[in-house]
């Protein structure tokens, strides 16, 4: 039969003795007596009661936390109603009614439709937003932190088949001017002529 271990153990923690939680939660007391010695209930009890006894946080630990929670709060807000701004922006796009305003050359401003740039704009503004949102709530880093902790990845290599003629010493050239040699080099180096290669 399943009992509420979980309700007695907490009315233990309380200071109920093992024969009232026995009587208060139906539970046979030998089988809770049994439960609760298997299980260390006093050690635990007596481990939970320090922890609960335990100081507040000092004042300026507390005040500091309360200015972080409301920091956040106000940011939430804000990024609430930029995410607002930026649904109907979007609405708009969608619906080709959006346009942005252009300076001609001539001074005059004119609206028009946008175009890349203003798109490319529009969704770093939606970036901004989200980033702004995940602060707020403490979600997850930035994803620019979290490139900033990738190692760079090694430059890929490629061969560079090069005539015998340039690659091998110059008392060697004469025997095989035919062979070649293939040596790996990294794709951002940069392969120049030999000062000393000879015109053939």
């Not at 007695?8 to 439960?35: M, W």
């Not at 028009?112 to 490319?120: H, N, S, Y």
């Not at 880093?141 to 005539?163: D, G, T, W, Y």
């Amino acid at each position: 039969m399943n009992y509420n271990y979980a309700a007695a153990f907490t009315e233990f923690v309380r200071g109920a003795s093992l024969e009232d939680i026995s009587n208060a939660l139906a539970i046979p007391f030998k089988t809770l007596q049994t439960h609760a010695r298997q299980n260390g209930w006093r050690k635990l009890a007596s481990t939970v009661a320090d922890q609960m006894s335990q100081p507040a946080a000092p004042p300026k630990v507390e005040r500091e936390i309360a200015q972080i929670q409301e920091n956040r709060r106000k940011n939430l807000d804000l990024a609430q109603r930029l995410l607002e701004d930026f649904g109907r922006q979007i609405q708009a796009l969608s619906d080709g009614t959006l346009r942005v305003q252009k300076v001609l050359s001539n001074g005059k401003v004119v609206e028009v439709e946008p175009g890349i740039k203003d798109r490319a704009d529009l969704a770093a503004y939606g970036k901004v937003i989200a980033e702004m949102t995940y602060r707020a709530l403490g979600d997850i880093p930035l994803a620019r932190e979290r490139e900033a902790s990738v190692p760079p990845a090694q430059a890929a290599l490629v061969q560079i088949n090069l005539p015998a003629a340039i690659a091998l010493p110059r008392h060697l050239r004469g025997e095989a001017c035919a062979e070649t040699l293939t040596l790996p080099v990294a794709v951002s180096d940069t392969v120049a002529p030999e000062p000393w290669a000879e015109r053939t």
